[in-house]
């Protein structure tokens, strides 16, 4: 399987606070979230197919930061963005989103703030640009599309 590098585009439709793991209870308001994330592992960019079938059946125990986030009634997993690479550049491409952020979360097998970005409007064209800035070109896909192909 192909190694790599992801966003997932996230749209949480009304204020929540989630209890995720080790972090406790966080506050997110609604609006658009960005989950920077590396496929660096033997499964590669299988983990972004595993993050969608997480939030389609929350088949089990949430494992990752992002999991408890996928697994609220208020979120809604809209877009991933993935591109190829065998280079580990997800704290690159975590800081060229930068911004508002929820601190500590997703990253805690590395020292950058976070690895979750908060927005007011939809960001896929910001995500892209980011990838761009990182020296990679992203892929789109549209997940409502992914699911009804299922």
């Known amino acids: 399987m192909d190694k790599g590098i992801y966003c997932l585009i996230l749209e949480c439709t009304a204020p929540q606070t989630v209890r995720v793991g080790a972090l406790g209870e966080l506050d997110f308001p609604s609006g658009w979230y960005l989950y920077a994330g590396s496929a660096l592992g033997s499964g590669g960019l299988s983990r972004v197919s595993r993050h969608v079938r997480f939030y389609r059946e929350q088949y089990r125990k949430p494992k990752w930061h992002i999991d408890y986030l996928l697994a609220s ?3 809604r997993l809209c877009r991933t963005v993935c591109a190829k690479t065998e280079s580990d550049l997800e704290c ?29 409007e939809m960001p896929e064209a910001e995500v892209l ?13 549209v997940v409502d599309e992914i699911l009804k192909r299922e």
Not at 95 to 114: H, K
Not at 129 to 141: I, K, N, P, Q
């Open 73 to 75: 009634p208020e979120v």
């Open 129 to 141: 640009a980011a990838f761009e800035r990182t020296g990679l070109c992203g892929s789109v896909h």
């Open 92 to 120: 690159v491409l975590a800081a060229s989103l930068g911004g508002d952020g929820v601190p500590s979360f997703g990253c805690s097998d590395c020292d950058c703030a976070t690895h979750l970005f908060y927005r007011k």
